[in-house]
């Protein structure tokens, strides 16, 4: 007797992690149903939104899965969805951009496929924008904190105890006020803030931005929302 094909694996889903965010509709062993989940509801607008994803995708076997996002076209930009491209990562390190991506705005929902197989790994990362989590922040606030030059303080702490970092640099006659990160979806922003961060302090070099300005940098402001 011939021995029956062993039974395919349905591909798992998790973002129990720092920034996950995702719910599951459905997973087989080629085709994930998503949905993005809400965030918490703001104090003022008392309205959820919704547009950051971030999860792990482990395949059973080698092999091209279909993924979607259902309900892409009810979050709180959906023009957004057009020019993306998700981001993919195995390592969480290096990310590139999944060039199959497709947001069919008649349906509301943002596809892609991905090959779990040959030089791509079974086991990756999707996220709607290279993640930048708390423990990187953390990591920047005590680097800031150690730069001559600079001040860190407490604006206050957030419903759940974390720390409202303010960065103040120079003591110049113009003050100038920079936040970031206002929404918990955009990382893109805390890149920026890192960025700006390590030229006015010389992190990574010897020069420095004029002191001709007082600048408080308020690298995030929702560090509770990832």
Request: hydrophobic share 35%; net charge neutral; proline share 6%.
């Amino acid at each position: 007797m011939g021995s029956s094909a062993a039974p395919a694996i349905a591909v798992s889903i998790s973002s129990a992690f720092d920034a996950g965010n995702i719910d599951v509709t459905s997973a087989d062993a080629s085709s994930v149903r998503l949905k993005v989940r809400p965030d918490p509801p703001t104090e003022l607008e008392k309205k959820c939104h919704s547009q950051w994803f971030y999860f792990r995708a482990s395949a059973g076997q080698p092999g091209v899965v279909s993924y979607e996002i259902s309900n892409a076209g009810a979050t709180s930009y959906p023009e957004g969805w057009k020019a993306l491209k998700v981001c993919a990562s195995a390592d969480r390190k290096v990310w590139t951009r999944v060039d199959t991506t497709n947001y069919a705005a008649d349906a509301g929902a943002l596809r892609w496929t991905y090959d779990h197989g040959g030089a791509n790994p079974c086991s990756v990362y999707f996220a709607y924008f290279d993640p930048y989590d708390y423990e990187r922040h953390l990591d920047l606030i005590a680097r800031c904190a150690a730069a001559p030059g600079s001040r860190v303080r407490s604006l206050g702490q957030t419903l759940d105890g974390r720390e409202l970092d303010c960065v103040e640099v120079g003591d110049g006659p113009k003050h100038v006020w920079v936040i970031h990160r206002q929404h918990p979806g955009e990382s893109q922003a805390s890149w920026f803030a890192e960025g700006l961060l390590r030229r006015l302090l010389g992190l990574d070099s010897s020069g420095r931005c004029t002191r001709a300005r007082s600048v408080r940098m308020w690298p995030r402001c929702s560090p509770s929302c990832d």
